[in-house]
């Protein structure tokens, strides 16, 4: 069945590091990719999508590639801030139903 | 813009008692909102979709006479947990699609719910 698949956290981070975070995911048909943020206390947010594949989104210094080969949607960013501290949650999905990843925890210490 | 409330954001319980969550969009209308559950460390599962003036639909496993959703109006959607039982607690979460906008959900922040 269709499922999301993100690496497991915390992921603790010194400013100015690189970040990746791993998704792969399962899917009937072609979903579109997405990559949510939650800050704490707050509710999900929208960081960035793709809808189709080979397609980058990107949003805030962050990245991913829709990787159709590899069902793969690993988000980057080149240098990340302490205001990056959050959960970060892979999803696919479509007009009505989506599927998201457990979630990881991004730490960045000063 | 695009924002989603809940309400409460904590709410304890004793069992066997019913509690009621409100997802409300409030400044956009929201034809479908959708309510998710949230168990620790693992993936938000979507528990139902709930478009307005119509009965909502339910995923396969989740018991449409213990989460009752009711969508009355455009910015108002409420999950209803009845006779809750310990294992009911969890984080719900709702959200709100804008229109017919297929990719657009704006979430809500979330109810802790603990059901003593």
């Known amino acids: 069945g269709d499922s999301v698949t993100q690496m497991e956290g915390p992921v603790t981070l010194s400013e100015e590091a690189f970040l990746t975070i791993n998704c792969t995911y399962t899917?009937?048909?072609?979903?579109?990719l997405f990559w949510y943020v939650q800050y704490p206390g707050e509710g999900l947010q929208l960081l960035l999508k793709?809808?189709?594949?080979?397609d980058k989104g990107s949003n805030k210094g962050f990245e991913a590639t829709y990787r159709k080969e590899t069902t793969s949607f690993h988000l980057e960013k080149g240098s990340v801030q302490v205001s990056d501290s959050a959960v970060y949650f892979c999803?696919?999905?479509?007009?009505?139903?989506?599927?998201f990843g457990s979630g990881t925890k991004l730490n960045v210490k000063p | 813009g695009a924002v989603v409330s809940q309400h409460p954001s904590r709410v304890i319980c004793k069992s066997g008692t019913s509690v009621k969550i409100e997802c409300r969009s409030l400044?956009?209308?929201?034809?479908?909102m959708f309510w998710y559950r949230q168990f620790p460390k693992q993936s938000l599962m979507l528990m139902a979709t709930?478009?307005?003036?119509?009965?909502?639909?339910?995923e396969q496993g989740v018991e449409k006479d213990k989460f009752l959703i009711n969508h009355a109006s455009l910015t108002l959607s409420t999950l209803t947990v009845t006779s809750a039982h310990p294992e009911d607690s969890s984080f719900y979460i709702c959200?709100?699609?804008?229109?017919?906008?297929?990719?657009?959900?704006?979430f809500g922040p979330g109810t802790r719910l603990t059901v003593t």
């Open positions: 959200s709100a699609r804008v229109g017919q906008t297929p990719y657009e959900q704006y």
């Open positions: 899917a009937t048909g072609y979903p579109s």
């Open positions: 793709a809808t189709k594949a080979d």
């Open positions: 999803a696919h999905g479509g007009f009505n139903k989506f599927y």
């Open positions: 400044d956009f209308q929201a034809t479908t």
């Open positions: 709930s478009n307005e003036g119509s009965k909502a639909t339910y």
